[in-house]
């Protein structure tokens, strides 16, 4: 195994980690809180 090679693989995994964790949090506080000001506006933009 590369030592290299394996860094450049736990950066990638690093931040597709980091990007579904940020992407699962939006989604909880999305389902927790449909009512949310924040929610109503992205809905509306969705819709025109």
């Known amino acids: 195994m590369d030592l ?4 450049e693989k736990n950066k990638i995994l690093k931040a597709i980690t980091l ?3 940020i992407l699962g949090v939006i989604l909880l506080n999305h389902f927790i809180s449909p009512v949310d000001i924040s ?10």
């Open 39 to 48: 929610g109503k506006n992205n809905s509306e933009i969705g819709l025109k």
């Open 19 to 21: 990007i579904i964790l």
């Open 4 to 7: 290299e090679r394996f860094k």
